[in-house]
């Protein structure tokens, strides 16, 4: 497979300064040759005409050592084997001198032997530099090669260690600063397929080269500290082990970089291992491990510190055959994908012009054939995806697609019209979709997908969110789709459902999350569960509302118009806010029926505000467009088309609809209408808002209220206002109905019959019952057919009605004495006498109820002390002065605290009355209270 890039035109070429050395060293260097280091290794190898044989065989080994190697361009270096020694597993080749190792010729091995070339002064590959071996390569920067019993095969120690110790090869050990690698511009370093390929050492760069493992494995490892990287054998080859190693170096590919395991034949791709500090690929730079036969691909696998790809780098374990495609696993502390189209990856899957075989600008794990895509799995702090990249795991064949799962402790950043998808457009279904993060922020029309699409069969994947803050906002002008979450279906196949966990949710700006139906299939349930849900405003160009979305609408693809219906809608939240124009709608465009909205919202609801500018010409599945060109806030469950709308059930503490907001259900179609239930403790409407139950020619279209309180301001209203069928029905249960300013309740019809409106409450204020709308406000269940088709108004006041105004009391008294029958004997001088505070006495007939309030006066403490330090002296007219007038010289002190029972009063010299518990001398002053009684029978 050739994956072609275009090479950008550059006006300077930008050297880093490691190559810059690393170049300066190949001039330097460029007439050197092949040197044997010792006595012993020159009297064992003998190098002509480019034939190294000899060298010292231990087990299945043969060891080399140089004082320096290079091969010089049109030059070869081939370790030849005799006879003797053709069952040899493994070449390794030590430099022992201080100069940097030069390929760029021809480097070879006879038989099937593992080469192993160590140089800690560095190693450079040419522009012509080529392998011709039949085993594996490894070339690295490392000091020594460890052997299974401990000893070395060292650079820095010349002298063999016991040969017949020497066993298998387990590990590289470095020095502090390891040399880099570096494979210039179109140098080509091929393996025998299945065989391994590795470049281990200090700082790796890569440009223009290529490096090819047809079914094998190709490791890139940068080494910046001391520390032993471990050797597994593999059959055949090895694998490489950095779990000792502390600090890791950079790993650059440029200018079109490709390392490819795939195999274009019946194998299956194979496998890329990347480990290093900062991993940098850019100008169409790439690694491939693709299956295009029936064997299962082996993925890639990087881990580094900060990942990076850009100008149009990518990676791809794509499958395009019977075999599994490999997973792509990436984990480091920073991911960065850039592209370089902004929303060119939407723009291509929807015309169908992606092409699977010439990837660009992200990750891919794509099923092309009858085998299933592996997972693509991202584990970082920070994931930066932006400016066009993409990351798909679609199906586009018989195969499944794959898994996409992104771990991001942190940020994760996906903007400027990028683009995430599992989804499916062929038979196969697409994967799951799962991210856990911090934050997620998705912005610029950057979508998020698991969309079954085009003529697909298969079904879409789930998506599942967790995240303490999800924040999506924005569509630019020019987007084909708007920016987003989706669990769409746009084929047969159903859609996946979409599950969000979340602390707070911004959805702003004309981005949108939703779980829609779009052809033959059943679309996907979406669930919300947060602390706080904002969504706010529309799309620049009032293309795209925000909002949260299930829906089957009347979308044709290939033919096939959308006839299932939608999913469910269920929020879980403290706080709900839907503002300027946003919606959060559960709707059917279609002859599928809409899903049923839900909403559970502890502290509040608001929905409030519209957007204006809007073209009246664009079509949506909502609410719509009011006058011209005015984009209601609004919360819906709703049918356009032959399908029935779903149920609306809100329970919250505070419901508020205002500023020209709505909450309702609708069947602007023949479809029915829902039916719209509110549990709440107050709701309010102010300024337009509006709670409705509409239909033209469908059924149904009830509201049920139950609230604390419900208040209508300023020409708000409450409606199942119908065209051609009988009205809905309204039925509220509160204690308090206040409605002002022209605000409204009606059931009322155009051709069928008027609806019915119950209504019980406490009291009832400023809203009364008409047989017709006028300025005021009023509650009306008419049709326009006749009186006789008019619906039923029905009202329960429980507590006090103040339309019904005041009760006339009778003119004419009644004679206390006339009710008395017989009288008791009483003796002469007594009488009865009640007097009170003012208001009406207690119904003798009811319960006491403890209404009338007594409230003692007197001080409880009036000794000496305290009345001068509350003011007794000085300001003795705050406080009862009569005591002293009519008690003279009498100790205050002791009677301080003495409460007794009055026995009569007097009067001060003021004019005063006071009750006192002794009489005094002068008794005309005075009145003893009497203890004689009085009784009375009252005549019947």
């Not at 993925?299 to 490999?326: E, L, P, R």
């Not at 904002?534 to 693809?557: C, M, P, Y």
């Not at 006839?563 to 469910?568: K, L, N, V």
Request: glycine share 14%; hydrophobic share 35%.
């Amino acid at each position: 497979m050739n994956h072609y890039h275009p090479k950008p035109n550059y006006h300077f070429l930008w050297i880093p300064s490691n190559l810059l050395l690393s170049l300066l060293i190949f001039i330097s260097t460029a007439n050197a040759q092949i040197i044997p280091d010792n006595d012993n290794f020159s009297t064992n190898t003998n190098i002509t005409n480019g034939e190294i044989q000899g060298g010292i065989r231990t087990g299945n080994h043969l060891l080399h050592s140089f004082e320096e190697f290079s091969i010089p361009k049109d030059s070869q270096a081939i370790f030849k084997l005799t006879p003797q020694n053709i069952d040899i597993e493994t070449i390794i080749s030590r430099v022992t001198g201080n100069k940097t190792s030069i390929i760029d010729g021809i480097l070879a091995a006879d038989g099937t032997a593992n080469l192993i070339l160590i140089n800690p002064n560095g190693i450079i590959f040419g522009a012509n530099a080529q392998l011709d071996i039949r085993g594996s390569f490894l070339a690295s920067t490392a000091n020594s090669v460890i052997f299974a019993d401990g000893s070395e095969f060292s650079t820095t120690n010349p002298q063999l260690p016991p040969l017949l110790t020497i066993n298998v090869p387990i590990g590289l050990q470095f020095g502090e600063n390891p040399a880099p690698i570096i494979n210039q511009a179109n140098s080509n370093l091929s393996v025998n397929p299945g065989q391994t390929l590795a470049l281990v050492g200090g700082n790796l760069s890569l440009n223009r080269a290529n490096l090819t493992a047809p079914q094998g494995h190709i490791e890139l490892g940068s080494v910046a500290s001391s520390g032993q990287v471990n050797l597994t054998p593999i059959t055949p080859g090895f694998a490489l082990d950095y779990s000792d190693i502390q600090q890791f170096g950079t790993i650059d590919l440029t200018d079109s970089t490709a390392v490819n395991t795939s195999d274009l034949g019946a194998g299956g791709g194979g496998k890329i291992r990347v480990r290093g500090g900062q991993v940098t690929l850019t100008q169409g730079s790439n690694l491939v491990a693709e299956t295009f036969g029936n064997v299962n691909g082996g993925g890639i696998d990087i881990q580094a510190n900060q990942v990076t790809w850009q100008q149009g780098a990518f990676a791809s374990t794509s499958t395009f055959g019977a075999g599994t495609g490999g997973n792509l696993t990436i984990r480091a502390d920073r991911v960065n994908v850039t592209g370089t189209t902004p929303l060119e990856p939407s723009r291509q899957l929807l015309s169908g012009t992606l092409d699977p075989l010439n990837p660009s600008n992200g990750l891919f794990s794509v099923s092309g054939g009858q085998g299933d895509a592996g997972h693509l799995t991202i584990e970082t702090n920070q994931l930066i995806v932006q400016n066009g990249a993409a990351i798909l795991t679609t199906a586009l064949a018989g195969g499944d697609g794959g898994d996409l799962t992104l771990n991001v402790s942190e940020l994760a950043d996906l903007t400027s019209g990028s683009l995430l998808a599992t989804g499916t457009i062929a038979q196969g279904n697409a994967g799951d979709f799962t991210i856990t993060t911090n934050q997620l922020r998705v912005l610029e029309g950057t979508s998020l997908s698991t969309t079954p699409g085009g003529i697909s069969q298969g079904e879409g994947g789930n998506m599942t969110i967790t995240a303490e803050w999800v924040e999506l906002r924005g569509t630019p002008a020019d987007a084909v789709v708007p920016g987003g979450l989706f669990t769409a279906t746009l084929g047969a196949g159903d859609a996946g459902d979409f599950t969000l966990n979340t602390g707070q949710l911004i959805v702003a700006d004309g981005s949108q999350i939703s779980a829609s139906a779009a052809g033959g299939g059943r679309g996907g349930n979406l669930m919300i569960n947060a602390d706080t849900v904002e969504l706010r405003g529309i799309s620049a160009d009032g293309r795209f509302l925000s909002g949260l979305f299930t829906s089957s609408s009347l979308l044709t693809v290939e033919g096939q118009r959308g006839t299932a219906p939608a999913g469910d809608l269920m929020i879980t939240t403290r706080r709900l806010s839907v503002q300027d124009g946003a919606q959060i709608s559960a709707a059917t465009g279609s002859a599928g029926t809409a899903g049923t909205l839900t909403i559970n919202a502890a502290e509040s609801v608001t929905v409030a505000g519209v957007a204006t500018g809007v073209d009246p010409g664009v079509e949506r599945v909502s609410f719509g467009i009011i006058g011209d060109g005015i984009v209601p806030s609004a919360i819906e469950a709703n049918t356009s088309g032959a399908g029935g709308a779903g149920d609306l059930q809100i329970q919250t503490r505070e419901l508020n609809v205002w500023d020209g907001a709505e909450v309702g259900v609708r069947g602007t179609a023949s479809g029915a209408a829902g039916n719209l239930d509110i549990i709440a403790d107050s709701i309010w409407l102010d300024n337009q808002g509006a709670i409705s139950a509409a239909t033209v020619a469908g059924t149904e279209g009830n509201i049920r209220l139950e609230a604390s309180n419900v208040l209508l301001r300023r020409n708000s209203r409450i409606t199942t206002n119908t065209e051609n069928s009988d009205g809905g029905n309204i039925t509220i249960d509160t204690n308090t109905l206040v409605a002002i300013d022209n605000s409204d309740i009606t059931a009322n019809a155009r051709q069928g019959r008027g609806g019915r409106v119950s209504i019980t409450a406490q009291g009832i204020f400023g809203i009364q019952f008409r047989d017709e709308l006028t300025p005021n406000s009023d509650i009306t269940a008419t049709s326009d057919l006749g009186p006789q088709f008019n619906g039923l108004v029905t009202l329960n006041i429980q507590g006090i009605d103040p339309n019904r105004g005041l009760v006339r009391l009778p003119e004419n008294f009644t004679q206390p004495s006339d009710q008395i029958a017989t009288g008791c004997v009483a003796e002469t001088g007594n009488s009865f006498v009640v007097t009170g505070r003012g208001g009406l006495p207690e119904d003798p007939s009811q319960i006491l109820r403890g209404r009338t309030i007594w409230q003692d006066w007197r001080p409880l403490d009036l000794d000496a002390e305290n009345l001068e330090e509350t003011g007794h002296g000085e300001n003795r007219q705050q406080f009862p002065s009569t005591r002293e007038e009519i008690y003279p010289g009498e100790n205050l002190t002791s009677r301080r605290s003495s409460i007794v029972e009055a026995k009569g009063w007097v009067i001060d010299a003021d004019g005063n009355i006071e009750l006192v518990a002794d009489m005094p001398n002068n008794r005309l002053r005075g009145l003893e209270l009497s203890t004689k009684s009085y009784c009375y029978s009252i005549k019947q």
